[in-house]
T-cell receptor, first 113, second 117 residues
Framework: AQSVAQPEDQVNVAEGNPLTVKCTYS??????LFWYVQYPNRGLQFLLK????DNLVKGSYGFEAEFNKSQTSFHLKKPSALVSDSALYFC???????????WGAGTKLIIKP | GAVVSQHPSWVICKSGTSVKIECRSL??????MFWYRQFPKQSLMLMAT?????????EQGVEKDKFLINHASLTLSTLTVTSAHPEDSSFYIC?????????????FGPGTRLTVL
């Protein structure tokens, strides 16, 4: 069965420091991996996705993610965090045969000034 | 990027009444739309897949007679919560992919906060 794990409920980072939000997945066939961000009482905004090709994917707002097939991971990163990055981050995966997204539980990112 | 709107953004209703939520793709046609439910501080729960011109596909445990979905055009899907009760209070979000392919990005509406008194 397909699944996505975000092992951290919350991540705290000081402004200006690098941040990492972790995601691991389990899917049969080729994985299509996504990161979305949700601000309070808002819908989700697309950040980036991995389909194929270069393992390092760059997305919106300076975020990037690295696809690691051997570790089945797709961690979200940013070199220098901003207070405005504070939000809820979701990792999601779909597979070859099904375009429905399987969602992680979400990670609350708190950036402290 | 593609834009998806939802209306209303919030609604308060009395127990026993029905509430309709609209989801529109503003600048693209969506043959498929998804309806999610999100509880506070939790992930998204897929309720159903809305297909233009055909019946919706509901996820296990979702009552199709309670959550009526209609996808009458390529830009509009509606979710009607019938005979709403306080336990139906939640944040409802719709999404639509540009194309119904596994690699395609889904674009989300801003969500509708439903409160049933």
């Amino acid at each position: 069965a397909q699944s996505v794990a975000q092992p951290e409920d919350q991540v705290n980072v000081a402004e200006g420091n690098p941040l990492t939000v972790k995601c691991t997945y389990s899917v049969s066939g080729n994985p299509y991996l996504f990161w979305y961000v949700q601000y309070p009482n808002r819908g989700l905004q697309f950040l980036l996705k991995y389909i194929t090709g270069d393992n390092l994917v760059k997305g919106s707002y300076g975020f990037e993610a690295e696809f690691n097939k051997s570790q089945t991971s797709f961690h979200l990163k940013k070199p220098s965090a901003l207070v405005s990055d504070s939000a809820l981050y979701f990792c999601a995966v779909s597979g070859d045969s099904n375009y429905q997204l399987i969602w992680g539980a979400g990670t609350k990112l708190i950036i402290k000034p | 990027g593609a834009v998806v709107s939802q209306h209303p953004s919030w609604v308060i209703c009395k127990s026993g009444t029905s509430v309709k939520i609209e989801c529109r793709s503003l600048d693209f046609q969506a043959t498929t739309m998804f309806w999610y439910r999100q509880f506070p501080k939790q992930s998204l729960m897929l309720m159903a897949t809305s297909n233009e011109g055909s019946k919706a596909t509901y996820e296990q445990g979702v009552e199709k007679d309670k959550f009526l979905i209609n996808h009458a055009s390529l830009t509009l899907s509606t979710l009607t919560v019938t005979s709403a009760h306080p336990e139906d209070s939640s944040f409802y979000i719709c999404s639509a992919p540009l194309a119904a392919r596994a690699a395609d990005t889904q674009y989300f509406g801003p969500g509708t906060r439903l409160t049933v008194l």
